[in-house]
């Protein structure tokens, strides 16, 4: 099950401990990383993705080798303080970072590919610029991303400054959810990070053809769309806009594939 600091405190004091498995990880309440004991493990792996603000409660002082399956940005109260949170994800980028840069953060997902859950898209982009930091560490890397409450859309500004942020990271996949699918998204797309091979667009509602074929012929880079259990008008506009381009004999890099219900 999941475990908290307080086991973590405990096996510490285990002196023969060289490798602790953990199958979750949830930090208890606030903790002083000064105040933390110092381990002796070679490594500390932990089978789930772990919350980005619980990252700062792991054991890290003397560890050998941290192994994560991702990280995960979970829903956030609407009360939530934003300058906190703020603090708190620059203190988790500074607690891996310094694994990360002597080759000590492993990632045992599949395919050794990170992976980061992001639950309410809109609060938690503005922290991307951060966790950017990571990016040289992390190799290729999958994004989902969902939109919260299921009618909140990831609009083409808010596509925008996540792009911008995310420049320097090697994205594999990028899913993104409820999307709102106006000319201002799809021009926002064409500034995915070069090396994005799969674009995953899940619940579209509506999709306008037209600004689906110019952005067909001029995403710049080689990609593969996947649109996840569109609305019968969305999947016909998929439809339409890779009839056009074929009929036209228009070039495109994107390769198109929808996946109904």
């Known amino acids: 099950g999941v475990q908290g600091s307080e086991l973590l405190n405990t096996l510490a004091q ?11 990880f949830m930090a208890t309440g606030p903790v002083d990383a000064l105040a933390q004991p110092r381990c002796t493990w070679e490594t500390l792996t932990v089978t789930t993705p772990v919350y980005i603000c619980d990252v700062p409660s792991l054991l890290l002082r003397g560890l050998g080798q941290l192994h994560l399956r991702g990280l995960r940005f979970g829903q956030l ?22 694994l990360a840069r002597r080759g000590a953060l492993a990632w045992i997902a599949r395919h050794g590919q990170p992976q980061l859950d992001v639950h309410g898209l809109a609060q938690w982009a503005p ?4 966790v950017a930091q990571l990016a040289p560490y992390l190799g290729p890397t999958q994004l989902h991303a969902f939109s919260l409450p299921p009618d909140e859309a990831v609009s083409g500004a808010l596509l925008t400054g996540l792009c911008r942020d995310l420049a320097t ?4 996949l990028l899913h993104l959810s409820s999307t709102s699918t106006d ?8 500034n995915l ?12 509602q509506a999709i306008d053809e037209a600004d689906l074929v110019l952005w067909l ?20 506009a ?24």
């Open 217 to 236: 012929v001029t995403h710049p880079h080689p990609l593969k769309l996947m649109v996840f259990h569109p609305s019968a008008q969305a999947a016909a």
């Open 169 to 172: 990271m090697q994205l594999s």
């Open 183 to 190: 000319s201002s998204f799809w021009a926002a797309l064409r």
């Open 14 to 24: 285990l002196p023969a401990l060289r490798h602790v498995k953990l199958a979750g």
């Open 127 to 130: 922290m991307f610029a951060s």
């Open 193 to 204: 990070p070069p090396g994005t091979q799969t674009l995953q667009l899940g619940s579209c």
């Open 77 to 98: 109260g609407a009360d939530q303080d934003m300058g906190a949170l703020r603090t708190t994800v620059d203190r988790a980028v500074a607690a891996l970072l310094p």
């Open 238 to 261: 998929v439809h339409g806009a890779h009839q056009r381009v074929v009929q036209q004999g228009l070039r495109s890099q994107v390769r198109v594939v929808v996946m109904m219900r």
